[in-house]
């Protein structure tokens, strides 16, 4: 039952799927389209929001208020050269909010309104949080998140913003690659053992803005990422967009039309040339592009086979190359020490990056995993193992760290430690000792481009009684969803006592400040995360003087735990985080009235078709009904159709409620007369059965048949005397239906012949089915002089058989 609670996403760019454990595997759930792929669309309208499949289909026709590509905005700002080059493709109309991140304006409500890049995604998970509890019948809150691997901390950080808003708690938010990964080893029953060398597997995830490349070492319960390189900005997308803009030239100079300069055009014309793409991968024949309509009512041809694509997208393929060797010089692995190569993603089919995977690795690609799917049952898996009500078998997981962080712990000098190289383990934990008299900031940055992560004020720092510097440890953690932060600090003050004096209480050391190794591990949870030391202060010897004059007294440490100011990039503060969770709510609201009264408008105009329909025809209520009502009613039908199409179009739930009643009034007591005709001659027949039945018992009984002769004569004549009436009933009943006019309700129901006959029934029951008396038992009977004899020479016979003993037993012989 708890596996009905928790679900997996992946979250993607173009699209995104649910994944579900359930009934002893992995589920993908599909939405009320049916559909196991939901589109990543927010669309906005005067009334609701539009999610989903239904968003996407109506892209076109409201471009400037359906949101697509967030995943790729989501916790960036909105200056990064990035972004500005993946808004071009972006037809909504976007703005720089007061904090630097990218907001989108849109018409909703009939008001402008800017919401966030954290508040759309909110409104998307909300969708996927409704369809999952529509398929599970049941409240949803648990869920684990798929993200790329190069997703740095800003972007995990403002998509667990998204998922808090949208009411969901998330276990986790599990790399792309690791979910991959998980998929494919935890169904594996012939992986090596721990002591034997490990199976080394290359995964491909080429989607449709991203592609990522990973190796991982298998043995039997545990996995262990050993690389993993990305190329954010090449996807199958990359190619549409290559081969839109070749068709685009040659629609310029054939039909005089600029496509590039129409985004509606161009939406089409990307639609189109991804469908090509596809048949590109099985054919490699010349294949026709035909668009009706495309732009000032033209009609377009054009015609590419997949050596003309090669060659156009030759620069993408060749970042796919350097993507994949960088992967493998980064995992030390040699081409014979790589076991598979496994693919997965949308784009991966593409026959030339699959030619290029064997020329690199020198091994044909598998396609064993589900190209689509693969994510969203890995973050399921994990999801299950997270859950403990969920019984999973052991699966070790060892992720890694995609890009190097480290911290400045000196403003002034900029001095700084890298604390986690590129690909270090996660989650991992470190300890970092400072000498510190005062409060101190440290900055943590990643080292490859330094890119702020975040800023960490240690409080409440002060010197010792001599004003030395007192030991200062910061715990600086990544934690299992990827996530640098510094969660707690301690201050280690150092007190002397005399040695006759009594001992002071020295508190405990802060939990996980002793040294550890790094296990296997890694997805355990964060208060058993390893954990190093790191000494920033390493040769210092501030205050050895004064130890030396005061070595005949005993020292005592005390530790002390130090307040934390975290201030993390992009991420929202709880009054914040309430806000927008308050809003979300609000539309939630906004959203299921709408849909309240879109299904009682549709609901009245289903009564109007149908009622009309049936006055129509002489086969349902047309003979039910006088010809002048008739023609009334269906007058009064057609002025309500005409204003449902117009002035009714807009109005409010109840609106529509009061009409429905109003028509049901005049249409409900037809159709109940109607199906007063056609039911009760069929119960009068049922009826008249039942008293023949009955009527034949009774002559039995008359006729001295021996299984009713334990009735008495005075209830079998009541029973006839019931009959007798019963019948006179049905009959007086069948001939007032025959003539009866159909234009009128009958003066009896079918419920009351229901009632009679049960009534009836329920007499006869009682009296035929009563069971027979049980005969008396009959007295003991004296046996006969010759049997009594004969009994009586048998125990003569067998006293015979015994010698007597003794002691007076007796011996029977065998």
Not at 381 to 410: E, G, H, W
Not at 434 to 448: M, P, Q, S
Not at 780 to 785: L, N
């Amino acid at each position: 039952m708890a596996s009905m609670f928790v679900i997996g996403i992946d979250f993607g760019n173009e699209s995104s799927y649910i994944a579900v454990p359930r009934a002893g595997g992995i589920e993908t759930i599909s939405n009320d389209f049916s559909l196991r792929a939901t589109p990543s669309c927010v669309a906005f309208s005067n009334r609701n929001r539009i999610l989903g499949v239904a968003a996407k289909n109506q892209l076109i026709t409201n471009l400037k208020n359906t949101i697509f590509g967030f995943k790729r905005l989501l916790g960036k700002q909105f200056d990064d050269p990035a972004i500005q080059h993946e808004l071009r493709f972006a037809p909504y109309p976007t703005i720089r909010c007061k904090d630097g991140t990218i907001g989108v304006k849109v018409h909703y409500l009939d008001e402008e309104h800017v919401f966030t890049i954290q508040q759309i995604t909110a409104m998307f998970f909300t969708k996927l949080k409704e369809t999952a509890e529509a398929a599970l019948k049941c409240e949803v809150n648990q869920c684990v998140i798929s993200v790329p691997s190069f997703f740095d901390n800003a972007e995990r950080q403002a998509l667990l913003d998204a998922a808090t808003i949208a009411g969901l708690k998330v276990l986790r938010i599990f790399n792309e690659t690791a979910a991959t990964a998980l998929t494919y080893g935890i169904y594996k029953q012939d992986l090596p053992t721990p002591e034997e060398p490990p199976r080394n597997v290359i995964f491909v995830d080429c989607g449709h803005t991203s592609l990522q490349v990973s190796a991982c070492a298998f043995n039997r319960g545990k996995l262990k990422m050993l690389a993993s390189t990305a190329d954010p900005q090449l996807g199958g997308r990359d190619i549409d967009i290559i081969l839109a803009e070749s068709f685009s030239e040659q629609f310029k100079s054939k039909y005089n039309i600029e496509p590039s300069k129409n985004p509606r055009a161009m939406l089409r014309l990307l639609g189109e040339v991804e469908k090509l793409k596809k048949q590109m991968s099985a054919n490699s024949t010349k294949l026709p592009l035909n668009i009706e309509c495309f732009m000032n009512d033209k009609d377009v041809h054009g015609d590419m086979k997949r050596t003309d694509m090669e060659e156009l997208c030759a620069g993408l393929f060749e970042r796919v190359e350097q993507t994949m060797l960088k992967c493998l010089q980064e995992s030390k692995l040699k081409r014979e020490e790589i076991h598979s190569i496994e693919i997965v993603g949308g784009s991966s089919r593409v026959p030339a990056i699959k030619s290029l995977i064997e020329k690199i690795f020198g091994k044909v690609p598998s396609t064993t995993l589900n190209q689509d799917e693969a994510v969203a049952r890995g973050c399921a898996l994990q999801c299950a193992m997270l859950c403990p009500a969920i019984l999973v078998r052991d699966f070790s997981i060892t992720d890694i760290q995609n890009y190097p962080i480290k911290v400045i712990y000196d403003s002034k000098t900029n001095e700084d430690l890298e604390v986690f190289p590129k690909n270090h383990p996660i989650p991992f934990a470190k300890n970092l000792t400072f000498n510190k008299r005062e409060t101190f900031e440290l900055k943590a940055v990643y080292a490859h481009n330094n890119k702020l992560i975040g800023r960490f004020i240690v409080n409440d720092v002060k010197p010792d009684a001599e004003g030395q510097n007192q030991t200062v440890k910061v715990k600086a953690r990544i934690t299992i969803n990827g996530i640098f932060t510094v969660p707690n600090a301690t201050l280690s003050e150092k007190q002397e006592i005399d040695d006759q004096a009594e001992p002071m209480e020295v508190s405990p050391p802060h939990p996980g400040s002793e040294d550890q190794q790094p296990s296997a591990g890694a997805d355990s949870a964060e208060n058993s995360t390893p954990e190093n030391d790191v000494d920033m202060n390493k040769g210092s010897e501030n205050g050895s003087k004064s130890a030396e004059k005061k070595e005949r007294k005993k020292r005592s440490v005390k530790t002390i735990d130090l307040p934390v100011k975290v201030e993390l990039v992009g991420a929202y503060s709880s009054n914040e985080l309430n806000d927008l969770t308050e809003q979300e709510c609000k539309m939630v609201s906004t959203d299921r009235q709408e849909r309240d009264r879109i299904d009682a408008r549709n609901a009245l105009e289903e009564y109007v078709y149908e009622l009309r329909g049936k006055l129509s025809s002489p086969d349902e209520l047309a003979t039910f009904v006088p010809d002048k009502e008739r023609e009334k009613l269906c007058q009064q039908l057609d002025e309500i159709e005409n204003w449902l199409y117009e002035e009714g179009d807009d109005c409010k739930r109840q609106v529509y409620s009061d009409k429905l009643k109003s028509l049901q009034d005049f249409g409900e007591p037809i159709k109940k007369r109607k199906l007063e005709f056609e039911v009760q001659p069929q119960l009068l027949e049922e009826f008249s059965s039942t008293l023949q039945l009955t009527q034949k018992a009774v002559d039995q009984y008359n006729a001295g048949i021996e299984s009713y002769s334990h009735l008495e004569k005075n209830e079998v004549q009541r029973v006839q005397e019931s009959t007798n009436s019963a019948f006179r009933w049905v009959e007086e009943i069948r001939n007032k239906l025959n003539t009866a006019s159909r234009h009128q309700n009958l003066h009896i129901t079918a419920d009351q012949i229901k009632s009679e006959k049960n009534k009836f029934e329920q007499e006869v029951t009682k009296v035929f089915q009563k069971p027979k008396p049980q005969p008396p038992p009959a007295p003991p009977q004296e046996p006969s002089q010759e049997e009594a004899s004969k009994s009586g020479s048998e125990a003569k016979s067998e006293s015979g058989n015994a010698s007597q003993l003794p002691n007076g037993d007796e011996k029977i012989d065998a």
